[in-house]
């Protein structure tokens, strides 16, 4: 029989989920990261409010759709389309530092459930590489705190 296309994506997405198992990361983790993440930033003085008045009662579809985006960078679920520049560059008020503090809070949320060292380490670093490219993309490369048109 022809290998296709299909079959192909189908056995590049079986060797990275049989990779993230080794790790203990599969759906049910990369929920519960998206639930406690967010948790934790809707608790946040400062990020908090930035999140709430951008999303105000589509919270249940937001977190919808972090689980998506999530296990498709972690697990190629192949689940997420969408456009994470836009939606940032909408947000007028975040300032580049607070993607540090983000960061932070990713990370402390990984302290506190991820299944392995391992799995941290690897949600931290996708993390630091997303973060860097969003802002980039709305502060340019010297992330003068200007946003850029
Ligand atoms: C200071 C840092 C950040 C803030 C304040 C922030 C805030 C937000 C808010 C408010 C939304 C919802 C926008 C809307 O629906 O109107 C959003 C969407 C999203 N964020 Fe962030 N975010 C930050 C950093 C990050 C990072 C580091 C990542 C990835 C590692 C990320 C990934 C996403 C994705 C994938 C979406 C969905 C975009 C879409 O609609 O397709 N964000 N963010």
Redesign the pocket.
């Known amino acids: 029989m022809n290998t296709t296309h299909l079959d192909i994506v189908g056995e590049r997405r079986a060797e990275v989920q049989a990779k993230a198992a080794a790790m203990g990361v599969d759906e049910a983790y990369v929920s519960e990261l998206v639930n406690a993440f967010y948790s934790r930033i809707r608790e946040d003085r400062l990020?908090g409010p930035?999140?709430d008045d951008?999303?105000r009662d589509?919270w249940g579809y937001?977190l919808e759709?972090?689980k998506d985006?999530w296990a498709t960078v972690a697990l190629n679920a192949g689940r997420y389309s969408?456009?994470?520049i836009q939606?940032?560059k909408?947000?007028v008020e975040?300032q580049p530092w607070?993607?540090d503090?983000?960061?932070e809070m990713f990370e402390e949320t990984l302290k506190d459930t991820a299944p392995t060292p391992e799995a941290a380490a690897c949600f931290m670093e996708?993390?630091v590489q997303?973060?860097k490219g969003?802002r980039i993309a709305m502060y340019g490369a010297g992330g003068s705190g200007h946003p850029v048109a």
């Open positions: 990020l930035i999140f951008a999303i589509r937001h759709k972090m985006f969408g456009e994470p939606a940032h909408k947000l975040v607070h993607f503090v983000w960061l996708y993390a997303i973060a969003l």
